[in-house]
């Protein structure tokens, strides 16, 4: 599984997650919420450090990862991540 994040989502973050300089994202499984790829639970996302990366990539200074923990939610999928201009959020399909 791999992280494919446009510049425009990474920026987007960076503002809402006031990041100056380089860092790290953790996107996260946590129980609830909607939208998500396994009914009953949601990505969550956090400024973290990394202790078992699974997955990562980075754009516009920012490492944007998954912990090994949280590789099932995705079941094999891709994280896709772009920019809903129209609603000024990101776009997330697993793919």
Excluded: C
């Excluded at 998500?36 to 202790?51: D, K």
């Excluded at 201009?85 to 793919?95: C, R, S």
Aim: aromatic content about 14%.
């Amino acid at each position: 599984m791999n992280i494919q994040i446009s510049k425009e989502a990474a920026k987007w973050y960076r503002k809402e997650l006031d990041i100056t300089g380089d860092t790290h994202v953790r996107f996260y499984v946590r129980y609830g919420g909607f939208g998500g790829n396994i009914p009953g639970f949601s990505l969550g996302v956090g400024r973290r450090a990394p202790e078992e990366i699974h997955t990562s990539t980075t754009v516009e200074g920012v490492t944007f990862f998954i912990e090994q923990n949280d590789a099932w939610y995705f079941e094999g999928k891709d994280l896709k991540i772009n920019l809903n201009h129209k609603l000024d959020e990101p776009d997330l399909k697993y793919v």
